[in-house]
């Protein structure tokens, strides 16, 4: 009975370890792909002038292939977004964990599982039909395909995982703690914003991430509401995200071009590795403080 129980722990430990590799595996293939399939074009083009570059005119006579407006525009796009939908997240997460009633819980829990289902294309078509006329009529512009849009859009699409992660941190901090600072004469209010949350900071941060790396790698909402022109970031212009850019000319690329889109598929995936080991880094810097 024992060495057939012994043998199922290790038959399922196998598979654990499996499943992993193959995770990992995956990763190592699509970094190594992108890397052989976007370096000769940095070659051909050069670093600086493909980094650098503010002109992306890839179908022209004499074709550029500068990608600086789309990283500009993707940094201030997750940027805006960040600041939109973090706090109103946290906040929520917050509210719906401590304060809020059973029914609105459940309630304003249901919504948020509905927002994280709704697929990014219907998120595009409301804020094409809805979000850029009103900041059209609102701002008096000619369009309102915009940077501005993008944020919008983008600071509703990462609310679910916000609200989500952080009300489990939340939850699963000990009522040990909120008893004993309320035995001691804290308020609620207090006992949960430096009791409850500084415990749960950890899951609050990874709800962030989770957040950011939604931000940085959507592209069919924003390709619907920013316009979609290679244009220096503006809050009120037409801009192209780096999701956007490979996927608006991948089906009709060929040569040079197609190899500039792997090109800003390698930057995109170095970019949210750095942001990720940022912010990783930050955390258990936390944690050990």
């Not at 409850?196 to 931000?215: D, F």
């Amino acid at each position: 009975m024992k060495h057939k129980k012994h043998l199922a722990e290790t038959a399922i430990h196998g598979v654990f370890l499996l499943l992993g590799l193959i995770t990992v595996g995956c990763v190592l293939l699509i970094t190594v792909y992108l890397i052989l399939s976007g370096l000769p074009a940095i070659r051909e083009i050069g670093l600086w002038n493909f980094l650098g570059g503010r002109t992306w005119a890839s179908t022209e006579a004499e074709p550029s292939f500068g990608i600086l407006p789309f990283i500009l525009t993707s940094v201030y796009g997750t940027a805006g977004a960040i600041v939109l939908g973090v706090p109103i997240g946290f906040f929520t997460a917050v509210y719906l964990a401590k304060l809020a009633p059973p029914a609105a819980k459940n309630i304003v829990s249901s919504a948020v599982n509905l927002l994280a289902g709704i697929p990014s294309v219907v998120y595009g078509l409301v804020g094409m039909m809805v979000l850029v006329p009103a900041i059209r009529i609102f701002f008096r512009l000619p369009d309102g395909a915009s940077l501005l849009a993008a944020i919008i859009v983008l600071g509703i699409m990462i609310l679910p995982s916000i609200i989500s992660v952080s009300m489990t941190a939340l939850d699963a901090v000990p009522k040990e703690y909120e008893e004993a600072s309320l035995a001691l004469g804290a308020t609620p209010i207090e006992t949960y914003y430096k009791v409850s949350v500084p415990a749960a900071k950890s899951g609050i941060a990874a709800a962030v991430v989770l957040g950011v790396g939604r931000a940085i790698g959507e592209a069919m909402a924003v390709m619907m509401v920013a316009g979609n022109a290679p244009h220096m970031p503006s809050l009120f212009q037409s801009v192209r995200f780096l999701t956007t850019a490979v996927a608006s000319e991948m089906s009709y690329s060929s040569g040079l071009q197609q190899q500039a889109l792997f090109s800003i598929a390698l930057v995109l995936f170095l970019f949210i590795m750095l942001i990720n080991a940022t912010l990783n880094f930050f955390l258990k810097r936390g944690k050990e403080g």
